[in-house]
């Protein structure tokens, strides 16, 4: 069973707070004005390391509003010369990074791709521990960031870009600080939602549901009616079944340092893990595992009419596997178990790192927070696509960053900006990741296998699940409460 790790920034959602979140994988907010990027290039001062705390504090946002009366940030002049490494496998980053040379001039981005995911993350922490070898600025999705902060090798960033932090969702920054402390800046989200293939339900007389409930009625009555799938369950992607415990309110791990708590096997899991056995013992659903050739073939033939994605999902896992830029598929805010208390979890998303290594923190937390947070960065960000989730606030700025609200073509003109927006809001904010996700994405997608395949129950994998986790944490010197 191999391990999926599919949230690349270049295909998950930007989380600023009145910025837009869009919902494919570039991320980025707007800025307020047009001038809330200061010609820092120009600038009179030389922010450096050393100075930077002042510098930073002192440049947070200007009282002067924006589109929606968000304040723009002040970004603090760097006239020093540094080049920093930038440790990323997105293929769009030198782009990022040429849009930002452009206003710090003194700044040269150096884009090294060492490999994605997993290949970077132990690249990265074989160069954290031996003391060499780091580069200045290292993209981590957000469920590794804990892991790497326990190392002693991330950088504090309060005093340099500490002024941005309002400026992005704040579960956002709870993903990756330590109390108050903010060690990565976040740059795009992945908050769940729907996407349907329109025709499809069309033909069946059905509509997007909108809650759970209603989806299991209509999987069954679509699936009597035309032999088809209504949709598949992902059953080896960690991630995305964790996103559904969180996506239905549940907060299966707690803690902080040494001490967690791990609450896995509930009944409120049982619920949701139970209601995907039920649809796949109905011959409604089948287990599939998405981003494969086997996957991409089932939608390229119409096997399945709704896929449960994130905001990045569409342009970025159908789009591919269709291979077109216009399709029948649309998208919709995610189902709810109480729609009376709407709640959503998040699917991806990824922050950039400033190491202990660099000689340069300012200046490498600078492009960080510039790039992800001012109008021009977010504008590179969000084209192409139309649709991304940014971690910052999009929708005060969407009038300053149109590229972040055109239709999306590949949705047929529709613009997923606002669902996107609307259902970020949405994401449960207790939630939090542990010092040791990979782990338990490989226990969920081995056990959910096993239980998608028949050869035991749900609940059983759910107590398997909790039993692995709970040792193993103890194994790595933590002290577990359940």
Same mark, same amino acid.
């Given at each position: 069973?191999?391990?999926?790790?599919?949230? &690349?920034?270049?295909?998950?959602?930007?989380?600023?707070?009145?910025?837009? %979140?869009?919902?494919?994988?570039?991320?980025?907010?707007?800025? $307020? *004005?047009?001038?809330?990027?200061?010609? %820092?290039?120009?600038?009179?001062?030389?922010?450096?390391?050393?100075?930077?705390?002042?510098?930073?504090?002192?440049?947070?946002?200007?009282?002067?509003?924006?589109?929606?009366?968000?304040?723009?940030?002040? @970004?603090? +002049?760097?006239?020093?010369?540094?080049?920093?490494?930038?440790?990323?496998?997105?293929?769009?980053?030198?782009?990022?990074?040429?849009?930002?040379? =452009?206003?710090?001039?003194?700044?040269?981005?150096?884009?090294?791709?060492?490999?994605?995911?997993?290949?970077?993350?132990?690249?990265?922490?074989?160069? &954290?521990?031996?003391?060499?070898?780091?580069?200045?600025?290292?993209?981590?999705?957000?469920?590794?960031?804990?892991? /790497?902060?326990?190392?002693?090798?991330?950088?504090?960033?309060?005093?340099?870009?500490? /002024?941005?932090?309002?400026?992005?969702?704040?579960? #956002?920054?709870?993903?990756? *600080?330590?109390?108050?402390?903010?060690?990565?800046?976040?740059?795009?989200?992945?908050?769940?939602?729907?996407?349907?293939?329109?025709?499809?339900?069309?033909?069946?007389?059905?509509?997007?549901?909108?809650?759970?409930?209603?989806?299991?009625?209509?999987?069954?009555?679509?699936?009597?009616?035309?032999?088809?799938?209504?949709?598949?369950?992902?059953?080896?992607?960690?991630?995305?079944?964790?996103?559904?415990?969180?996506?239905?309110?549940?907060?299966?791990?707690?803690?902080?340092?040494?001490?967690?708590?791990?609450?896995?096997?509930?009944?409120?899991?049982?619920?949701?893990?139970?209601?995907?056995?039920?649809?796949?013992?109905?011959?409604?659903?089948?287990?599939?595992?998405?981003?494969?050739?086997? @996957?991409?073939?089932?939608?390229?033939?119409?096997?399945?009419?709704? +896929?449960?994605?994130?905001?990045?999902?569409?342009?970025?896992?159908?789009?591919?596997?269709?291979?077109? #830029?216009?399709?029948? @598929?649309?998208?919709? *805010?995610?189902?709810?178990?109480?729609? %009376?208390?709407? #709640?959503?979890?998040?699917?991806?998303?990824?922050?950039?790192?400033?190491?202990?290594?660099?000689?340069?923190?300012?200046?490498?937390? &600078?492009?960080?927070?510039?790039?992800?947070?001012?109008? !021009?960065?977010? $504008?590179?960000?969000?084209?192409?696509?139309?649709?991304?989730?940014? +971690?910052?606030?999009?929708?005060?700025?969407?009038? =300053? #960053?149109?590229?972040?609200?055109?239709?999306?073509?590949?949705?047929?003109?529709? =613009?997923?900006?606002?669902?996107?927006?609307?259902?970020?809001? &949405?994401?449960?904010?207790?939630? !939090?990741?542990?010092?040791?996700?990979?782990?338990?994405?490989?226990?969920?997608?081995?056990?959910?296998?096993?239980?998608?395949?028949?050869?035991?129950? /749900?609940?059983?994998?759910?107590?398997?699940?909790?039993?692995?986790?709970?040792?193993?944490?103890?194994?790595?010197?933590?002290?577990?409460?359940?």
């Amino acid at each position: 069973m191999r391990k999926k790790y599919r949230f &690349l920034a270049g295909s998950t959602v930007v989380a600023l707070l009145t910025v837009t %979140a869009c919902g494919t994988a570039n991320t980025g907010t707007g800025g $307020a *004005s047009s001038n809330n990027s200061t010609s %820092a290039g120009n600038a009179g001062n030389n922010v450096s390391a050393s100075s930077s705390t002042a510098n930073a504090n002192t440049s947070a946002p200007s009282t002067s509003s924006s589109n929606g009366g968000v304040p723009a940030p002040q @970004w603090p +002049a760097y006239n020093k010369h540094a080049t920093i490494t930038w440790w990323t496998w997105l293929s769009t980053a030198p782009q990022y990074a040429a849009e930002f040379e =452009k206003v710090y001039p003194s700044i040269k981005i150096n884009v090294v791709n060492v490999g994605a995911n997993g290949t970077e993350y132990k690249k990265l922490m074989t160069a &954290l521990k031996a003391g060499s070898g780091a580069p200045d600025l290292a993209f981590l999705e957000y469920d590794v960031v804990p892991e /790497f902060i326990q190392t002693g090798g991330l950088v504090n960033l309060n005093k340099y870009i500490g /002024f941005v932090k309002p400026y992005y969702q704040p579960w #956002t920054i709870n993903e990756v *600080s330590v109390g108050s402390n903010m060690y990565a800046v976040p740059q795009d989200i992945g908050p769940m939602v729907l996407d349907y293939n329109q025709n499809l339900l069309k033909s069946a007389g059905l509509t997007p549901p909108t809650t759970w409930s209603q989806l299991a009625s209509d999987a069954k009555l679509y699936h009597q009616k035309t032999g088809k799938y209504y949709t598949y369950f992902d059953e080896g992607d960690g991630k995305w079944l964790v996103a559904l415990l969180w996506q239905a309110g549940i907060t299966p791990w707690s803690g902080s340092g040494n001490n967690w708590k791990i609450n896995i096997d509930t009944p409120q899991a049982q619920k949701v893990m139970n209601y995907w056995g039920s649809l796949l013992k109905s011959g409604a659903v089948i287990p599939s595992e998405s981003l494969t050739p086997t @996957w991409n073939s089932q939608i390229a033939k119409g096997d399945f009419a709704v +896929a449960v994605g994130a905001a990045w999902f569409a342009d970025f896992g159908i789009k591919p596997a269709l291979n077109t #830029t216009s399709s029948p @598929w649309r998208v919709a *805010s995610i189902p709810q178990w109480n729609p %009376a208390n709407p #709640t959503n979890g998040d699917f991806g998303g990824s922050s950039n790192a400033v190491t202990t290594q660099s000689k340069h923190p300012m200046a490498a937390a &600078l492009f960080a927070a510039w790039y992800t947070s001012s109008v !021009q960065g977010l $504008a590179k960000l969000a084209n192409p696509p139309a649709g991304y989730g940014a +971690a910052t606030y999009a929708d005060k700025y969407e009038g =300053k #960053t149109a590229a972040i609200n055109t239709p999306d073509p590949f949705l047929g003109g529709q =613009k997923p900006t606002g669902i996107y927006e609307q259902d970020a809001k &949405l994401v449960n904010t207790s939630f !939090q990741w542990t010092p040791w996700s990979s782990y338990i994405f490989n226990e969920f997608g081995v056990e959910m296998t096993k239980a998608a395949q028949g050869s035991e129950s /749900f609940d059983q994998a759910l107590a398997n699940i909790q039993s692995s986790v709970v040792n193993y944490a103890k194994s790595q010197g933590y002290q577990v409460s359940q």
